[in-house]
């Protein structure tokens, strides 16, 4: 037989609240229409997704961080040498995560 402890970890607790409430949900979603502090929903509104669309993912991002890699301010868009990007370098994201914590 295993001992378990009695009560979870507070680590844990704190992970799960965490992944509740991803920094994301601070930026209207492109996507679904969620509006902020809202969770994404399916299109048609009927179902809660545990995680935000990548767009608005992107979009947090952008709006949030600097990019180190294309080297834009927060609100510009990635460009690749001009070009404008749909979607965010992927370090941007890092940034991002690194001003939410
Ligand atoms: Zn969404
Ligand atoms: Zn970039």
Do not use: F, K, N
């Amino acid at each position: 037989m295993t001992r378990r402890p009695a009560a979870p970890m507070p680590d844990s607790i704190r992970h799960l609240l965490r992944a509740a409430q991803h920094p994301a949900r601070a930026v209207d979603c492109p996507h679904c229409g969620a509006l902020d502090r809202r969770p994404c929903t399916t299109v048609s509104g009927r179902h809660l997704l545990p995680q935000p669309h990548p767009g608005r993912i992107s979009a947090w991002a952008r709006a949030t961080a600097c990019c180190p890699q294309c080297q834009v301010e927060p609100g510009t868009p990635c460009h690749d040498e001009g070009r404008a990007r749909t979607t965010v370098h992927a370090r941007r994201y890092q940034e991002a995560e690194a001003t939410a914590a």
